[in-house]
């Protein structure tokens, strides 16, 4: 099973300011096969990124994806008051299919 | 419209049987894997297993394999995930979700509360 780590656990940040995630796999991962998601209080999850660079149709270009291999980042530039939420990164490289832990993006 | 709609809520007791639902409609029901996610109180995202609308294989996480069931019904353009015997710990929130290089179309979820 590929495990996901994800730091930091929780980032407090300011609206206006730089988030950067990081997404860190135990094994290789098929670029093509990592997956960020966002996550508010009571939603199902939005994709924002696939294909590790691939931003999805409607997300702001604030958002933007990175890595390869084994490591992996999302960088939202800017953050706005609605991007405060929960990050998680996903790979279906690997059978099981696996998530990171999330990172929380908090209001400092 | 495009959507995954799921069944409502659930309440139920240890060793009671449950099968939940999601409807897609808006869309070609069998041309992405359809895959369930479950979703503990306060933390992360798992991906239990995933069934195929074309030849209605699945396939299962090894966390699940043996304590879930995945089916469909093409007729109906629905998936179930059902449990023979719920425990305690099945208490969660359960996502349908589906999509081709990501999971880009999602059911609103179904809250599955077990307790004695």
């Known amino acids: 099973e590929i495990v996901l780590t994800q730091s930091p656990g929780t980032l407090s940040l300011s609206p206006g300011e730089r988030a950067t995630l990081s997404c860190r796999a135990s094994q290789s991962v098929d670029s093509g096969r990592l997956v960020w998601y966002q996550q508010k209080p009571g939603q199902p999850p939005r994709v924002l990124i696939y294909?590790?660079?691939i931003r999805a149709t409607g997300i702001p270009e604030r958002f933007s994806g990175s890595g390869s291999g084994t490591d992996f980042t999302l960088t939202i530039n800017r953050l706005e008051p609605e991007d405060f939420a929960v990050y998680y990164c996903?790979?279906?490289?690997?059978?099981?299919?696996?998530f990171g832990q999330g990172s929380k993006v908090e209001v400092k | 419209e495009v959507q995954l709609v799921q069944s409502g809520q659930e309440v139920k007791k240890p060793g009671e049987s449950l099968r939940i639902s999601c409807k897609g409609s808006?869309?070609?029901?069998?041309?992405?894997?359809i895959s369930w996610l479950r979703q503990l109180p306060g933390k992360g995202l798992e991906w239990m297993g995933r069934v195929a609308p074309r030849d209605s294989s699945t396939e299962y996480s090894p966390s699940f394999q043996g304590h879930v069931t995945i089916s469909i019904d093409k007729s109906f353009n629905t998936v179930y995930l059902q449990w023979k015997t719920l425990k305690a710990s099945d208490t969660a929130m359960y996502y349908c979700a589906t999509g081709d290089r990501a999971w880009t179309l999602w059911g609103q979820g179904t809250l599955v509360t077990v307790s004695s």
């Open positions: 808006g869309y070609s029901f069998t041309t992405y894997y």
């Open positions: 996903h790979q279906f490289t690997g059978s099981p299919w696996t």
């Open positions: 294909g590790a660079s």
